[in-house]
DNA sequence: CTGAAAGCGCTAACAG
DNA sequence: CTGTTAGCGCTTTCAG
């Protein structure tokens, strides 16, 4: 590997002022730096990140705690995450910055998350992560860390969130518009988010003068297409059928829709079908099916705005963003006659 | 942070001791050990990995280059290749290693993918790139890093592929098995994968006596559903039109399956449908499409040891695995009657 | 404008 | 068994 003592040898001066020259350093003199440019190009120097982190206390490198557990679909291959990572990675690496998966092993030793960052010294860390009242993921919010978190609400930390409510009440009174009373929300594991789309649900029942039972919610699983298919049987098979059911997200949804059809029901004519998150999915499907989009791209973007300026300004007082969501009409759902 | 001299100064010894003791070195007291160990854990303590690398010349972190363009689908939702990286990594950390996006840009300069390499000095590299004969990849590969390709041939670079021939040829003796003998095939872009498909389906068709026309070959766009409505609604408007049509992965499959019923045509009973890759939305789509399924687990494990292996080991020695396929019934395909 | 020197945190001989 | 010392490659005062 080339190193600055090679460059300086070769043009006669001393590594300093090689330093300087690659570092644009105005106090070098013209001819000297265009030399120290000119040989670093022609023997293929570059940079040593590890020597640069030691002296500079920045690595340029962000840590990614991306694990949905109590799921079958772990972070990568989660359709709705893997967008928001997609969308964060283009941002951060426009901005120079490498991502880095945080993980529970380095070299032969078992560390926490946090031991994991302060050994790498990630100059910021993104989180999404169902589970966040792990005592790991505890831990790292309670450092001083520069963090965002997607989907959740620390009292310390910065946020960005769609907007659940909005989302869960424009698909409720959608239904109720298409003349649907008796709406069963089999909505996910009790989280941050759920509680808020709950309550957006009930709140526009209330609002629309019908009196939500609890039989209209029930608790399945995120992206647990077995757990949902089990649910979707069970409202199916009361003696009160529901005439529209909400799904926790356009994955179970899209299962949902098959288990409906082998109970011999069709969708839209015998019960309506609405999902969440917007996932290519739900076109996918027939038929398409009526979903709240999140925006993924400017969640992950959103996110990694705020980590950076953390990260580059030191400020770490927490902004939440909200960033709207979107009713995209399939042809899941249908006026209901009754 | 604390160092190795925080704990030297606390125990009262070298820094030397404190880290031969950290590192398991066998001379060193039993007490003084114990010693050490107890007060790192008590300050906190956390190597920083930036001044291991320094002198050890290893970073436990690899370079991970999926870089998927030509489709709308970039890297991380791809939904093939989302799960080799899961896999791949599930592998890789528990090995120890770190798993770091290659990107273009690094701090405020912009790089070539070697020179990043360099920069970070990953400790290897795995690769999932369609864009196999770019230049920036050719130069990576020309190196003398570690590396591990998936889905391509190199001369001189260990790879991971299925047995793509096996697959098209199961998945072309299944339709000729049903009688289908005017089957298209809209294949992907070409590339070494590619190329060995339609050759397997040439063969196939050829071994049953049934000479292959030009008309059966049509070249789409791996992941592509745009591309792919356009070709499929070509052919459908042939005068011939074929009874079987192979497409070249699941998702466009998914998308072909519309296009074949907004043209009022029936799956399977007027024309039958297959796709590749086993993708989930294979089995999410009425009708359930016939695939053949990758095994993405084990390419992304093998993919991972062999990668270790080389680092490890030093050998560079090109050694190619190749996995099994397994052709997935769905409901797509239907005897032919003609 | 240039360079000597100290230091970032850790490891690896080599003495003792 | 322990400590001294010399790096790893780069940055940053501080003299000159």
Redesign the pocket.
Known sequence: ????????KK?????????????N?????????NRILSFAKEMG????????A????KTWNIGVLFEVEATNKTGLTHYFFAQILESFKAYTEEKGYDLTFLSKKAGNDNVSFLQHVRRRHFDGVIIANFDYENEEILELIHSNVPIVVIDYNYDTVSSILSDNYEGLKLLTQYLIDLNHRDIVYIHGQHSYVTDIRINAFVDTLTENGIAATKEQLLEGLYYDKDVTYQKTLEVLQRANRPTAIIFSDDYVAAWGVRAIGKMGLRIPEDVSVAGFDGLEIAEMITPRITTVRQNTELIGIQAAKRLIDIIETKNHSKIDVHVGVELVKGKSCKKHEG
Not at 1 to 8: F, G
Not at 54 to 57: A, G, H, I, N, Q
């Open positions: 590997m080339v190193t600055i003592y090679d460059i300086a043009v006669g001066c001393s590594s300093a002022t090689v330093s300087k020259a690659l570092n350093y105005p106090d070098v003199n013209h001819k000297t730096r120097y570059s940079p040593n990140a590890q020597a640069q030691l002296t500079k206390k």
